[in-house]
């Protein structure tokens, strides 16, 4: 399923234009997009076959948002990607899609939309509302625009939001064409769920934020389908099937500001997801470092900011994420020039085995509508799981030992 | 008038003097409710090349002790547009700062002692564009100065917070309007920086002069930002509601 929902969307990119028509209402909208031509390098030679070394692929995204009046406003995102190399990839998608009504003492918004929870830069924990588009960004940072209910209320200095989440979308996954997969495709077509009502399980969500002089704090909770899959390796089948459980997450988010350093945590408490050999296991998971910002470096109007996190899972091997006791060090570099370029190097270190990843990314402005960005993975000392040596691998990464890549995008805007 | 005098040492008298005409700044500028404004920034590098930043600028004047409370909406370049900088100013100590990023519908807590950071790699720092907070600075009288047949007060202020990239500035004041002409700004080693010269001043609301250009030009390496504003639009309705996280989220 790339497109969701189709009636209701045509419901929504129908509704609003008819009501911006009413009379005697001042109604605007504006549009913008964006186009990119993209390319990826993997330099290693892959490991299954039908893989390739090289993707070429386009994108479009556009956007078209506006108001009626001062309390309703609405917004409409629709994302398209054509890749040469893994089809799963060519996808369409209405990342947003919503119409939203405003009031001084709550919000209400109703279709399509993003939302991002959390702190931290290296992972996000606490982030559950949206489901991650990973073949368009590995990282987990692209959502699929998520349908929702929800409603708003300020309090003094923080928000309150309930929401209600009456259709669930499943991740998205390379295929087997294409690079960092598993060593056996996902079965994206047949994904398994716990409970009967699959992907039309209503989920419910809330969370509440609220700022102090120094510090912010959120707290959340989650209950329905986990956005993240387990997978029963040991079923015998060519494929591997996503099973979707239903789960319980408290989260925690906290942020203390010291001068130029900003200390940060995250955490969650999560019942209900099956573990990496397919076993019910509750845990806990937090990630928590700082960030460190001494502007002007050396003098000059560069800044540097400096990064740190370490990141743990109570599962241990059993983790479903290579972050289980990991550290990540890394910074950021912004030459503050007229081309606003700017570099992030990141290197995150398992504690206990090899695994390691490097992550370095870097874009320059090209005038006032194009930019050049490069993003490059490294994915290093990834040892044979092993009987004798069972510490020293980690399973998930294993997989991708051979994906190091390199990402040049162009990108134009309108 | 009084006559021009230069003072070696500080006085008493001298510091009083400053201050008193910043609070008288500080009084006639009180009461403008909020403004907004649509901005240009010219960079520009020392062998010419230029670049353009573009920009919307909210300000809430803060009520009592409140300090202002402004908002920055990137419009350009288009990479980074719809990005916001919410400020939260404080007086006499380290401002409440939020930056959005629209492409992760993110809202992202950012250090208020980031004060001496370039904005957006022009040749303002971020401490240049906040607003004006009387306890921010120790003043000074150093005299008055006729330029062109107008007279106008110079102050030099002294940053009151650590985190500043100034050890001074020197600050030209017109008499008669009490706004700012000219800032001349020395960094830490006491070597002059920047100046910085406001130009273009129109009256609104018969009482609020606001300036339609500003020239920032960094004496140290020769490059330059201008800042190109348009009308400014008063008493819009902006509240307190304007100006949190929450309201982030609402930007297009």
């Known amino acids: 399923m790339n497109v969701a929902k189709p009636k209701k969307l045509a419901f929504l990119v129908f509704i609003l234009p008819l009501l911006m028509s009413v009379n005697n209402v001042q109604a605007d909208a504006q549009g913008e997009g964006e186009i990119s031509l ?157 409970n009967d009502d699959e992907e039309k399980h209503i989920d419910v969500a809330a969370r509440i934020t609220k700022s102090f002089d120094n510090a912010d704090l959120a707290l959340s909770y989650f209950q329905g389908t986990g956005r993240d899959p387990s997978y029963d390796f040991s079923a015998e089948s060519s494929v591997i099937l996503p099973y979707y459980p239903q789960i319980k997450q408290f989260g925690l988010e906290a942020q203390y500001i010291k001068d130029q350093w900003l200390f940060k945590l995250e955490s969650i408490y999560r019942d209900g997801q099956p573990n990496l050999f397919f076993e019910d296991e509750a845990y806990q998971a ?52 007229l081309q606003s370029a700017e570099l992030v190097i990141l290197w995150i270190q398992d504690v206990d085995r090899f695994a390691r990843v490097f992550v370095v990314e870097g874009s320059i402005e090209m005038g006032e509508s194009m930019a050049l960005s490069f993003e490059s993975t490294i994915i290093s000392h990834q040892p044979q799981p092993s009987v004798l040596r069972p510490l020293e691998s980690d399973r998930l990464l294993y997989d991708l030992r051979d994906d190091d890549s390199v990402q040049l995008t162009l990108s134009y805007y309108f | 008038m009084l006559s021009f005098f230069a003072l070696p040492v500080y006085s008493d008298s001298s510091v009083e003097k400053g201050r008193a005409i910043f609070e008288e700044m500080d009084v006639r500028e009180s009461g403008f409710g909020d403004f907004s404004t649509k901005q240009t920034m010219i960079l520009r590098s020392k062998s010419g090349q230029e670049s353009r930043r573009q920009m919307e600028n909210y300000v809430l004047e803060g009520i009592g002790s409140a300090g202002d409370k402004t908002l920055v909406i990137f419009r350009s370049p288009k990479r980074v547009r719809g990005t916001a900088l919410l ?33 957006l790699g022009s040749e303002f720092s971020y401490e240049d564009l906040a607003p004006l907070e009387l306890d921010d600075y120790d003043y000074r009288f150093l005299g008055e100065e006729k330029v062109d047949g107008v007279a106008f007060y110079k102050i030099e202020r002294i940053p009151r917070n650590v985190d500043s990239g100034y050890s001074r500035q020197v600050v030209w004041v017109h008499q008669q309007y009490y706004r700012f002409e000219k800032v001349v700004f020395y960094d830490r080693k006491e070597t002059l920086l920047k100046e910085v010269v406001f130009k273009d001043y129109k009256r609104y609301l018969d009482k609020y002069w606001r300036p339609h250009t500003i020239n920032m030009v960094n004496k140290s390496d020769g490059k330059s930002t201008d800042l190109l504003i348009e009308e400014y639009k008063f008493r819009t309705g902006l509240n307190e509601e304007s100006f949190t996280q929450a309201s982030l989220r609402r930007i297009k």
Do not use: C
């Open chain 2, 87 to 119: 400020t939260h100013s404080q007086q006499a100590k380290d401002d409440d700062q939020w930056l959005y990023l629209p492409i992760l519908g993110r809202v992202k807590r950012i250090s208020g002692a980031s004060k001496a950071g370039a904005f």
């Open chain 1, 38 to 194: 993209q390319t990826r390098l993997f330099n290693q030679t892959p490991q299954y076959d039908d893989q390739e070394n090289q993707s070429r692929s386009f994108a479009m995204s556009f956007n078209v948002s506006g108001n009626i009046g001062t309390s309703i406003d609405g917004e409409i995102e629709t994302f398209y990607r054509y890749d040469d190399a893994d089809w799963e990839r060519t996808k369409g998608d209405f990342r947003k899609a919503y119409l939203r009504w405003i009031n001084p003492r709550y919000e209400v918004l109703v279709g399509l939309n993003r939302v991002f929870w959390g702190v931290t830069e290296t992972n996000h924990l606490v982030d559950i509302i949206g489901q991650s588009d990973l073949v368009e960004s590995p990282d987990g940072e692209t959502k699929l625009g998520q349908p929702m209910v929800t409603l708003a209320i300020p309090i003094e200095n923080g928000l309150v939001d309930f929401y209600l989440l009456p259709y669930f979308r499943e991740q998205t996954f390379p295929g087997k064409e294409g690079r960092l997969r598993f060593s056996l495709p996902i079965g994206q077509d047949k994904p398994l769920y716990e």
């Open chain 1, 286 to 337: 937090v990630t928590a470092g700082f960030e460190y910002t001494p502007y002007g470096l050396a003098g000059s109007s560069q800044d540097l900011g400096l990064i740190a996190e370490v990141l743990y899972d109570s599962r241990g091997q059993a983790a479903l994420s290579p972050y289980e006791e990991d550290i990540a060090i890394g910074g950021r570099w912004v030459l503050n020039n």
